[in-house]
């Protein structure tokens, strides 16, 4: 991180955010495999195969699931470079350096001894440490294909279908259309001090400032809560709500769901 | 401490799920006593603002940046309920939407951050802030200390769950299955990186939050105060003026009674001139056993008797004839002699404070 730069870091994160979110955009509204399926389809088979891949204990199911992933990935015209840069590299930077030191630390059979004998890697150390990272991205890259090929209105209609609690709906619903609306205040407030600020700001300063931007934006947003409810009690709500559940089940959705849950069936199966 | 998707166990999943719809119904069922429509664009709304905070790169001392979880400031601003509602709708986006933390560890992050951190940092906060007034100075560092103690409650908590999982699931071979590491290597780690960087993260922000909304908006710190509405009124308002007409009004209704004074029998207690000890059967021969002495007045009172003469003696000057309205007359005299007395050194004290600020 780069010092002195919190500011230019913050509004790479939001541009990164709203990035990311665009490309969501994009690629659900491409023709592919996903994309094809019932969205109830693909949150109950992408969860299935995250929690298979979370059952299994060996190593081989578990790369197996990764393959399936990576296939479900190339016929949802999802890029692999896509994927590589967004999840792939991510994880075994994050995993990966979480993961290193139990290859050294567990306990078990020795494999290999360095540093005259006082740094050894054992067996089960290698294996564990395996096991997690290809878990870690095989279940990301699961997650990540339902959020790039289901647009979020879907995903919720899809959770409500599934009894999650209305007001539960509601609130995702309303936080996901607001949290642009914030992340790009924050943005223009961040950009606006940047461009009044000349040389480099002490520390207690930046932290009054952050502060101060946080406190503004937390003004703006419970405002924006009342405008909400004005706006809501003008249209007449009454605390009931209703979200429109169109989805219709056909017979390639029945067939994709049979397909998600035998795989996720084999892989507990074979890989208990 | 976003816990990702394959840290954990299924079954420590499942139970951290459970715990966590447990925390959610409980939230949920105590916020629809309230207003439901009130309570979902609220919550939505801090919900987005604590997703934004998230991605705020704090400055921190020694120069390095951290981010803050931002259930401080919800749970002061919202109560522990709205919090651990927010905080989990926060955290649901993320993981759902941004792929920043798992699904089947969504249980799990929600109750350590939303539920854990939430309950933290409001009986912190209340503990260190109780008594205190809305702009005390106590409330910032009561802040600051609840947002460090709930990220690391939090943080303890993700390790511990982190700790457990090597002894619990492990192969034939003696392999862990989920996360690695044991107690004494999982809750080290965790808690060096928050109690260093996420927590004093978490510290500054909520602490400056709190310090912004006790000069812009009070009112969002009056719900978690426990001071009661209407006690701390910041600036004049119509309250004050109405509670000031109400107090002149009761002051002149006072001074009307006052000549009530003269209907009650003989002289008040303890208040008796050296003629009532010489009356037989005085309440002052009684009260104080001059009776024995049979009409003695003390010498101490007889000496200094007349030592001050009042200008109106028996609340009625000489020249008028009437004791009711003597009594009038004693009482708006005294009422004006105090409220001029009182202006003078109200005017005294400003001069004063004007001509300090002036240097």
Not at chain 1, 58 to 78: D, E, P
Not at chain 1, 188 to 206: A, H, I, N
Not at chain 2, 174 to 179: I, N
Request: with cysteine; net charge positive; hydrophobic share 50%.
């Amino acid at each position: 991180m780069k010092r002195g730069g919190f500011v230019e870091s913050t509004l790479i994160g939001f541009t990164r955010a709203l990035s990311r979110a665009l490309m969501s955009e994009e690629i659900a509204r491409r023709r592919g495999l996903l994309q094809s399926l019932d969205p109830r389809v693909r949150v109950v088979g992408l969860f299935a195969l995250v929690l298979a891949v979370t059952l299994s204990r060996r190593l081989t199911v578990v790369l197996a699931l990764f393959v399936v992933a990576v296939t479900i990935a190339v016929f949802s015209r999802v890029g692999i470079g896509t994927l590589a840069k967004r999840v792939w590299l991510v994880v075994l930077a994050f995993t990966g350096v979480i993961a290193l030191p139990a290859i050294f630390i567990t306990p078990g059979t020795s494999i290999a001894t360095f540093a005259g004998g006082s740094l050894r890697i054992t067996a089960q150390g290698l294996a564990t440490a395996t096991l997690l990272i290809a878990r870690v991205e095989t279940a990301v890259t699961f997650t990540t294909l339902l959020m790039l090929c289901t647009p979020w209105s879907h995903v919720l209609k899809a959770l409500r279908s599934f009894h999650v609690p209305q007001e539960a709906i509601a609130m995702l619903a309303m936080t996901h259309r607001y949290v642009f609306l914030l992340v790009e205040n924050a943005s223009q407030m961040f950009e606006s001090r940047q461009s009044r600020t000349v040389g480099r700001l002490p520390g207690p300063e930046r932290r009054r400032m952050t502060a101060r931007t946080a406190g503004v934006l937390l003004s703006k947003s419970i405002d924006l809560s009342s405008d909400v409810y004005m706006a809501m009690q003008s249209r007449g709500f009454r605390g009931d709500i209703r979200i429109l559940s169109d989805f219709d089940m056909r017979v390639w959705d029945y067939v994709g769901l049979f397909a998600f849950l035998c795989a996720g069936s084999i892989a507990v199966w074979t890989g208990r | 401490m976003h816990i990702p998707d394959g840290y954990l166990s299924p079954s420590t999943c499942a139970t951290l799920y459970v715990a966590a719809i447990a925390g959610w119904y409980a939230a949920l069922k105590r916020l629809k006593r309230l207003l439901l429509s009130r309570v979902v664009p609220l919550i939505s709304v801090f919900a987005a603002f604590a997703f934004v905070i998230m991605m705020f790169n704090l400055p921190l001392p020694g120069g390095t940046t951290g981010h803050a979880v931002g259930v401080t400031i919800a749970a002061i601003v919202l109560g522990p309920s709205g919090a651990i509602l927010a905080i989990s709708i926060a955290l649901a986006i993320q993981a759902l939407f941004f792929g920043d933390g798992g699904i089947t560890t969504l249980g799990a992050n929600c109750f350590n951050m939303a539920i854990v951190g939430s309950l933290v940092a409001y009986a912190t906060y209340r503990l260190i802030a109780a008594g205190a007034s809305i702009a005390s100075k106590r409330r910032v560092t009561a802040a600051a200390v609840a947002g460090y103690l709930a990220v690391n409650a939090a943080a303890l908590v993700a390790g511990a769950e982190l700790g457990i999982q090597p002894l619990l699931f492990r192969d034939a071979a003696g392999t862990p299955l989920y996360s690695p590491y044991p107690f004494g290597v999982a809750l080290p780690v965790m808690m060096i990186g928050h109690l260093t960087f996420a927590g004093l993260a978490e510290a500054v922000i909520s602490a400056g939050l709190v310090a912004y909304l006790q000069v812009a908006d009070r009112n969002l710190l009056q719900g978690s105060s426990g001071v009661p509405v209407g006690t701390e009124v910041p600036l004049a308002t119509p309250v004050q003026a109405n509670s000031q007409r109400r107090l002149w009004m009761a002051v002149a209704l006072l001074m009307l009674l006052t000549p009530f004074g003269i209907l009650a029998a003989g002289t008040a207690w303890s208040e008796w001139s050296p003629s009532e000890f010489a009356r037989p059967g005085s309440p002052a021969q009684i009260g104080t056993g001059a009776n024995v002495l049979r009409g003695t007045i003390p010498s101490g009172m007889q000496r200094l008797a007349n030592l001050w003469t009042a200008p109106f003696p028996g609340y009625a000057p000489s020249f008028v004839k009437s004791a009711g309205f003597g009594y009038l007359l004693s009482a708006m005299f005294g009422v004006g002699f105090l409220l001029a007395l009182s202006l003078l050194a109200q005017g005294y004290l400003e001069r004063r404070r004007a001509t300090r600020y002036s240097r």
